[in-house]
């Protein structure tokens, strides 16, 4: 399975953005990069998810290098509630036909969001 | 909107004892997915079902069970409980999709079932 590098940790003011990056230097071409968050005590939380275009939801914005080698985790205004382990994964499709494959967590960010 | 319910939320049991978890996925999602995290480590993947069979099979020991049902709901059994079983189990469910598509499929996470192993 292609693996992501994530940095231990990252610090952010409340109200101001915050860039979380993720290296996958071996994806393959059919590869979606997915980004997944848990704050402390819940289940983990899909944020966002892009296969080669930047992408936008009201959660997130997902920037993809063009080589899709790396990607980076945009949250436009972290707030106290953003403080979490921001997951991201690498996830095939399933051409066997068994449904979906399963996600493989790594290490993660922990954010923490001081005020 | 509906969310993956999970049940029971906490367990306590002696070691050498059984329990059962049981997860209700989101209303016609196929795939239904089980993890296991234990204290201060990250969501390690156990088993997942497709269309009630089998179809992916991580780190689950072999005291553990697992059956997706007709009405899709899944049931995780664990025998034998030792203490080293104590963590928070999730599950998870999605759409399986088309097989070209299914990397764009999202998972829902239930809140989890916290089991205690005394």
């Known amino acids: 399975d292609a693996k992501t590098t994530q940095p231990n940790s990252m610090e952010s003011n409340e109200e101001e953005p915050v860039h979380l990056p993720c290296n996958h230097s071996?994806?393959?071409?059919?590869?979606?990069i997915h980004w997944y968050r848990q704050l402390p005590s819940q289940g983990p939380e899909y944020v966002i998810h892009?296969?080669?275009s930047n992408v936008n939801n009201r959660m997130a914005s997902l920037a993809i290098a063009e080589d899709r080698k790396s990607s980076t985790l945009i949250l436009h205004r972290a707030t106290l509630r953003d403080a979490a382990v921001y997951y991201c994964?690498?996830?095939?499709?399933?051409?066997?036909?068994?449904?979906?494959?399963?996600?493989?967590f790594g290490k993660g960010t922990k954010l923490s969001v001081i005020p | 909107a509906a969310g993956v319910i999970q049940s029971p939320r906490h367990l306590i049991k002696e070691k050498r004892e059984t329990a059962t978890l049981k997860c209700y996925p989101i209303?016609?999602?196929?795939?239904v997915y089980w993890y296991q995290q234990g204290p201060g480590q990250d969501p390690q993947f156990l088993i997942s079902?497709?269309?009630?069979?089998?179809?992916d099979k991580g780190s689950i020991p072999d005291r553990f069970s697992a059956q997706q049902f007709s009405d899709y709901h899944s049931e995780l059994n664990m025998s034998s409980l030792e203490l080293g079983d104590s963590a928070l189990y999730f599950c998870?469910?999605?759409?399986?999709?088309?097989?070209?598509?299914?990397?764009?499929?999202?998972?829902?996470f239930g809140a989890g079932s916290r089991l205690t192993v005394l």
């Open positions: 998870a469910s999605s759409f399986g999709g088309t097989p070209a598509l299914s990397g764009a499929n999202v998972l829902t």
């Open positions: 994964i690498l996830r095939p499709n399933a051409y066997s036909g068994a449904g979906s494959y399963q996600l493989t």
């Open positions: 071996t994806i393959s071409g059919t590869d979606y």
């Open positions: 079902f497709y269309e009630k069979m089998q179809s």
């Open positions: 209303p016609r999602h196929d795939t």
């Open positions: 892009g296969l080669t």
